[in-house]
């Protein structure tokens, strides 16, 4: 075909475009003008895709302009060509239309960086993904939020992972451990949760020598896993990490032991072991290698002291003249310090020189390190203290525990947190289900490990088994994994079962430390603990954290001032002056204090406290006065901020974004309608509860939603709330549904339609008759719920509310799929789809291509339920819900069958019963047929051996791992 020429008769000009990160437009070299509209640069970059292919127009519109008519999008379609070709100037003729139907734009000479990308990507040699991986500036088209972009999006970003890890094993082969250490990061920035990655670079770290990165990327990425996720490392990471481990130990002893020299120390030693500090001594030796005042700062029975004497001992060696400890727990005067200091490390004062002036000329040119337990109770005269001794003393460096920082100028602080608890695994209401906890599972946690260890000095006979796995679990959350609360609880395997040891830490710190001499009196209990941080605090800070124990799961700083301020106290019943202070200054210095807990998350930093202390805070809330009002204005606040979740009965995308901050808000939304519950306030609870209801659903939470609703319901005074009833009565009816309640499903919707009805609410008479044919379909009551179905589309289409069509559509194409209605269940799916168009609602569409995918591998056509799954599927990327995956996942085991891989069949039948275990998702009555075959069969397929641990394997996928296991196998080729 003859080259396009310029009126001039030379060549096109020069075209460049950069794709990848901020995408930019180059013509001979000079920035091309801006395009009007977005449209005309989503425009160039799907004709650059297709290379010089001939692109039909109709499929240009359809993608760009999925929601306009015909007519308007060529006219769309149309004024993007004539825009780019202005924009293109000299390159203009490299976009022509062979024929009336097509676009072709001519990139045989460009350069563009997402072709030289795929073309390097497909090369493979290790030269071509280097230049891959140099190419890629960032995500493909970024900023344009387009479905078909973000398909292109994340292959190409996938590809580029892929290149990272191929380059860093390549150069690990080859001996260059830093190029693969510097690839695989880049990959793990990109995508945190890949664990080949993850695992390859802590592999290449320990390889490196560097083995505390290594064990520190390892449990940075457990903890990413576990909280967003909930789930583990699997098993191969899990053996890295504990080589690298493993590694780093034998190197300290080995150390040790080589050290011949002896130093004067003079460190506490304690007689049980330090359990799960490993990562933390590291951290705070490094601290003190770059800075000569470290501060550990924590809540009380934190383990601050404990973990100081451990860096200690790490650290004796790099001391000359060793270290020093002083406990300044009983230290009541500060301007004493001085001298405590001095007759604690045994040095006599000197006549007529005061007690300072004898400690740095003893400390002026020696190498020492000086270790301050307990300032918080002095920490003014321990920062002048600090001061005064580092600038008199260039050898001596001081650690200090504290309940906050000192302030002094050059001061490190580390943050004590916790030990790592297990997650919570309840099979109760709402909570998404997860297996048992076996004892192997519980003691990856260095909190059960420390309460084994503890617990067997008490019971020699004691050990974590498979049996006490959960309840051990469960105490060690009771007590926020604080080490002092764990050795509380583990004192008591003596003489008390664990259930029992578990009902008294859970009924507000039962347990104590009476008998065991040698311990300070504010370690006698937890409630001890926090009682000596509470009575160090001024008022404005007591009056703020009690205030602050309504939050549940945490909260905002907006979210503090709301709640907390201008508030009268109890002190000021008679309403003269108003209990007057700045939230964010107290706050902060309740952070300071350690008895806040905050966690920078960028735009969405949080604050949270820890259980025990929110317990005791609320009990001085109650003491206070002022709790009912503090719980009803933190109940309001909520319930006005759920209130963008219900805009209409199926919302769709236009919500998502509040799904995504109501998850975070969960469990002050769960405090806010317990209050209203127990207030007896009906309108309250059941507005509340219905604006709850469609998170509830799709966010699995369907067991809960069930209950909460039934106990609004049954408030008095509900009833007389007519809509409002109506609404929770529905709202209900459709959890009980999905799962698997059809009768008492059928009854909830019943008694909704006659109110809606009487009240003359045609939206809310639609919306039950489409739920009521969902409960007569469930039932068996097909003639029922067909003509339930078609009344609910009729009623629905009659006011214009779409998305009912949609699901009752879908609801009938159910039924007729069901009965063999085959031609007439495809005509209903294709119907429900364009309806869920029409209703921007992009989740409930995909389910009609999922089903539309169901039906065509009924009818034996494979190819088109591959390409309509993975349409499907590709939602769920975009952050759809995982109900929907839950649902794709047994055609997709299916299709796996039929092309003779049972394993992988094996390996999503667990996957999809682990997902609708945790989103409580029924199997759909026209599935359970398919579903049962396709069991049945996978396991004649494969032994029973091969079968179980496959399945195995699938539950303990995450969505994503899941998402990428289906993508890797049917639907490869899509």
């Given at each position: 075909m ?62 760009l302009w ?8 060529s ?38 960086d ?17 230049q ?13 939020t ?36 510097e ?39 457990r903890l ?22 493993a ?25 049980t ?31 601050k ?12 060696d ?84 504290s ?60 050990a974590v ?31 008390m ?17 009476n ?57 000021d ?11 964010v ?11 806040v ?10 604050y ?5 202390v929110r ?7 109650v003491?206070?006065?002022?709790a ?75 067991e ?14 509900a ?49 039950s ?46 039924l ?14 294709r119907?429900?789809?364009?309806a ?66 049972p ?29 049962n ?39 490869a080729?899509?």
């Open positions: 003859q080259a396009h020429t310029t009126p001039n008769g030379t060549g096109p000009g020069r075209l460049a475009l950069r794709l990848f990160g901020s995408p930019t437009v180059e013509v001979d070299g000079q920035a091309a003008p801006q395009l009007r509209s977005r449209k005309g640069l989503w425009l160039l970059a799907l004709l650059a895709l297709r290379g010089r292919r001939e692109v039909m127009r109709e499929w240009l519109m359809g993608t999925p929601d306009s008519p015909p007519q308007n999008a006219a769309s379609l149309r004024q993007s060509l004539a825009d780019l070709r202005r924009a293109l100037g000299a390159a203009a003729p490299r976009l022509g239309c062979p024929t009336p139907r097509t676009v072709r734009l001519d990139v045989a000479d460009a350069d563009a997402v072709l030289a990308f795929d073309a390097a990507i497909l090369d493979g040699s290790p030269g071509a993904l280097a891959a991986v140099s190419l890629y500036r960032g995500p493909f088209l970024e900023g344009c387009e479905d078909w972009a973000e398909q292109e999006r994340r292959a190409r970003e996938q590809a580029y992972l892929c290149a990272l890890e191929t380059l860093a094993a390549y150069e690990k082969a080859r001996g260059d451990l830093t190029g693969a250490i690839h695989l990061r880049a990959a793990a920035a990109v995508d945190p949760y890949r664990e080949s990655a993850q695992r390859a670079l802590i592999e290449s770290l320990a390889a490196a020598g560097d083995l505390a990165s290594a064990i520190l990327a390892y449990r940075d990425l990413l896993l576990r909280r967003e996720l909930g789930v583990d490392p699997d098993p191969e990471t899990v053996a890295v990490y504990e080589r690298a481990r590694e780093a130990r034998a190197r300290r002893v080995g150390e040790r032991r080589s050290e011949s020299a002896q130093v004067d120390s003079r460190i506490p030693r304690p007689f072991t330090l359990v799960g500090r490993d990562r933390h001594i590291e951290h705070v030796c490094a601290l003190l290698s770059s800075s000569r005042l470290v501060t550990l700062a924590g809540p009380g029975g934190v383990g002291t404990r973990l100081a004497i451990g860096v200690s001992e790490c650290v004796s790099r001391f000359a003249d060793g270290v020093r400890f002083v406990d300044l727990s009983p230290l009541a005067e500060p301007h004493m310090l001085a001298g405590w200091v001095m007759g604690a490390i045994g040095l006599p004062d000197a006549p007529g020189r005061p007690s300072f002036g004898s400690l740095t000329d003893r400390f002026r040119d020696r190498s020492v390190l000086l270790v301050l337990d307990n300032c918080e109770h002095v920490v003014e005269a321990c920062a002048s203290f600090c001061a005064a001794v580092l600038a008199e003393c260039a050898h001596c460096r001081i650690l200090a525990t309940r906050q920082a000192m302030g002094v100028m050059g001061e490190a602080l580390y943050r004590v947190p916790p030990l790592e608890v297990p997650p919570r695994r309840a099979m109760g209401a709402g909570s998404p289900c997860h297996p048992a906890m076996s004892a192997g599972e519980a003691l990856a946690f260095d909190s059960v490990r420390l309460f084994a260890d503890r617990a067997r000095l008490a019971s020699s006979g004691f088994s498979d049996a006490n796995a959960a309840t051990v679990a469960d105490i060690c959350r009771s007590v926020d994994g604080l080490p002092l609360g764990i050795e509380l609880a583990a004192s008591r395997v003596r003489s079962p664990l259930p029992e040891i578990a009902s008294r830490l859970n009924a507000q710190f039962g347990l104590t430390m008998g065991v001499r040698g311990v300070p009196e504010r370690h006698h209990s937890i409630r001890a603990a926090i009682q000596w941080s509470y009575d160090l605090l001024s008022e404005a800070e007591r009056i703020l954290l009690r205030r602050l124990s309504v939050f549940a799961g945490g909260w905002s700083l907006s979210d503090a001032e709301a709640v907390c301020s201008g508030l009268h106290t109890a002190e019943a008679g309403g003269a002056t108003a209990c007057d202070f700045d939230v200054t107290v706050l902060t210095e309740l952070v300071d204090q350690s008895l807990v905050y966690e920078p998350l960028g735009e969405h930093d949080r949270s406290l820890l259980e025990t317990v005791y805070a609320r009990e001085r809330l003491e206070s006065g002022e009912d009002a503090i719980r009803r204005r933190h109940a309001d606040y909520f319930a006005e901020s759920a209130a963008p979740l219900r805009t209409d009965m199926y919302p769709g995308p236009t919500v998502m974004e509040w799904h995504r901050r109501m998850a975070a808000q969960h469990d002050n939304l769960r405090a806010a309608l317990d209050y209203y519950c127990e207030a007896g306030a009906a309108r309250e609870a059941l507005t509340l509860a219905g604006r709850l209801a469609p998170f509830w659903t799709s966010q699995g939470y369907r809960e939603g069930c209950s909460r609703l039934r106990a609004a319901l049954s408030l008095p005074g009833p007389d709330e007519e809509r409002l009833y109506a609404e929770a009565l529905l709202a209900l009816g459709s959890m009980e549904w999905t799962q698997g309640d059809a009768e008492r499903a059928w009854d909830s919707c019943a008694e909704a339609h006659a109110v809606y009805q009487r009240l003359g609410d045609g939206r809310g008479v639609a919306a008759l489409l739920d009521l044919g969902s409960s007569a379909l469930a039932l068996g009551r097909l003639d029922d719920a067909r003509s339930l179905f078609e009344d609910a589309i009729a009623a629905a289409r009659l006011i214009g509310r779409p998305g009912i069509v949609a699901h009752a559509q879908l609801g009938l194409g159910e007729q799929r069901l009965v063999g209605e085959y031609d007439a269940a495809e005509e209903s799916y119907k429900a789809r364009d869920a168009a029409q209703a921007n609602d992009p989740v409930i569409e995909a389910l009609c291509t999922a089903d539309l995918g169901t039906l065509a591998f009924q009818r034996g056509d494979a190819g088109a339920a591959k390409r309509l799954l993975g349409e499907a599927l590709h939602v769920k990327l975009l952050g759809a819900t995982d109900w929907l995956v839950a649902l794709l996942l047994p055609t997709l085991a299916a299709i796996e069958l039929s092309e003779g891989k394993e992988r069949s094996a390996v999503l039948l667990g996957a999809a019963e682990a997902a609708r275990e945790r989103t409580n998702t029924a199997v759909q009555r026209a599935d359970q047929e398919v579903l075959r396709c069991i049945d069969l996978t396991r004649e397929q494969c032994s029973e051996r091969i079968f179980e641990r496959s399945w195995q394997q699938g539950r303990a996928l995450s969505i994503t791992d899941t998402m990428v296991f289906a993508r890797e196998g049917a639907l080729d899509q």
